[in-house]
């Protein structure tokens, strides 16, 4: 439907007639895609497209139009405000308000708009101004006002403004707080499962044992550290005209401290400012941007896994929907699928990451323009992102915790207690306790009888000797309990 608008637009501005039949092939081709997500070519925008609805107005082709108008807009009213700039005047407070307007009242009707102009400019940025310059109208205020519209400024002032406004808005309005929801249901589980014994598996072999609520709580732990970092990366902004000097600036106005005016107006919209530049911001923050985010969807994949083969073992279940089919041929599957699906939309958004990363920082000379089809991707990973999200979100509320079957695991596992046997003999100096107990359990199957028997033979005092004989697997957690009902 939008596309078809633009057409419309195209054909009124030029003056050409749009044929009746081609007009409704069109619309009616372009309002089956807007009503149906069929034959969209990326599944962020076809199969999950429910999911991403919040980063839409963000990162789609509107999003980054009205985050120009923003920008220029804002440096306009900046220049207003300036009095190093002699020539216009402090805006009335009418003309604030229809500055202010055009800002938040924008509407999908003016991206139309503004890409109509932009057939005719064949430049984005371009089109923009022409289309703030159009809805200024005529009028004794808005002749200066049009006239330094875009002053001193290259495209890329606006855009990395623009990409900058997006990233932060995505972040906070999207992003943190779905994986703020993650990270409260994993908590929620630690404190709740604190106390379950639960075998530990390293290299995939039987270990000390651990609980449920602990093994949770790492990854509590671990997320929280990683949104801190992600929350804590600086977004930064350059507004310093074409190659990162203020040439046109200071040439125009000598006397004007354009690095101070900068600073105030990047400031003013909640970036940091970044005051060596080339042409283009060097992006250098939006691969840690990139960077952060990888490191936490990491930690989510390694999540998704370990709950996959906790789900494998029967530590747990799944809730079942009733119309729901696990398995085309096996009625009897329930597949987590949740985590499948979160695992591959964190793989898929951590390989844009990593080009993003790798390459918008690098540009040849003072300027290429290889980095502007990239960030337009910018969205689609992170559609990714809050994809799995949601997918992992939706496979906790699904798991219920087999407890018979965790404690069966473990309270059978008599082998684990190798080790406190050891180390107590250690404490009272018995000779050799890791070699006597890998003789004695290595690679054969130790039971409740076997241990015990070893323990009644050790020369320790006959409290400790007893204190090892009343020891059981699930009972040998050592501080875990403790740690998991702690974790903040």
């Known amino acids: 439907l939008v596309i078809f608008r633009v057409l419309r637009a195209i054909s009124c501005a030029s003056g050409g007639v749009y044929h009746s039949r081609c007009r409704a092939q069109v619309y009616t081709g372009f309002y089956d895609m ?31 139009i009205r985050f120009r108008v923003l920008a220029e807009v804002r440096w306009l009213q900046c220049l207003a405000d300036e009095p190093s700039v002699p020539e216009l005047e402090p805006l009335s407070p009418v003309m604030k308000d229809v500055l202010n307007k055009l800002v938040d009242d924008f509407s999908l009707d003016d991206a139309v708009r503004v890409k109509a102009i932009e057939a005719t400019t064949n430049h984005d940025v371009k089109a923009v101004e022409y289309f703030i310059r159009e809805r200024l109208g005529d009028g004794p205020e808005t002749g200066p006002l049009k006239d330094f519209l875009h002053f001193g400024c290259t495209s890329e002032d606006i855009n990395n403004i623009a990409y900058a406004l997006m990233l932060r808005a995505a972040r906070s309005e999207v992003v943190v707080p779905q994986m703020r929801e993650v990270r409260t249901f994993l908590q929620s589980m630690a404190r709740d499962y604190a106390e ?29 550290r990683a949104q801190q970092q992600f929350r804590s990366v600086e977004i930064r902004g350059k507004f310093n005209g074409a190659v990162g000097n203020f040439n046109a600036h200071a040439v125009t106005y000598p006397d004007a401290d354009w690095p101070a005016i900068s600073t105030r107006f990047i400031e003013s919209l909640g970036l940091a400012v970044n005051p060596y530049t080339t042409q283009i911001e060097p992006h250098d923050w939006t691969a840690e941007y990139a960077h952060a985010l990888i490191r936490f969807n990491t930690i989510l994949i390694d999540l998704c896994r370990d709950v996959w083969g906790y789900v494998s073992l029967g530590y747990f279940r799944q809730k079942v929907a009733r119309n729901e089919v696990g398995s085309s041929t096996m009625p009897h599957k329930v597949n987590p699928i949740d985590f499948e699906n979160a ?146």
């Open 34 to 64: 807007k009503v149906s997500t069929l034959r969209a070519l990326s599944p962020a925008d076809g199969r999950y497209a429910d999911k991403v609805n919040g980063l839409r107005d963000i990162f789609s082709e509107y999003g980054l």
């Open 196 to 224: 379950l014994p639960m075998l530990s598996r390293t290299h995939g072999q039987t270990a000390s044992p651990t609980t449920l609520g602990k093994e949770f709580a790492n990854v509590v732990a671990r997320l929280e």
């Open 343 to 488: 695992e591959g939309n964190l793989g898929m958004a951590n390989a844009l990451l990593a080009h993003f990363a790798e390459k918008l920082p690098i540009s040849r000379w003072q300027r290429d323009l290889t980095d502007s089809t990239v960030q337009r991707n910018l969205g689609v990973a992170l559609g990714y992102i809050v994809i799995a999200l949601s997918s992992t979100r939706k496979g906790l509320g699904k798991l219920q915790v087999d407890e018979e079957r965790i404690k069966a695991d473990v309270s059978g596992a008599w082998e684990v207690l190798a080790e406190a046997v050891q180390s107590v003999m250690r404490r009272y100096g018995i000779p050799e306790p890791y070699e006597k107990l890998k003789a004695l359990t290595r690679g054969q199957a130790v039971t409740q009888e076997i241990l015990q028997q070893f323990n009644t033979t050790l020369d320790i005092p006959a409290d400790e000797k007893q204190r090892l004989l009343a020891l059981t697997p699930e009972a040998y957690t050592g501080l875990a309990a403790i740690l998991a009902s702690k974790i903040g």
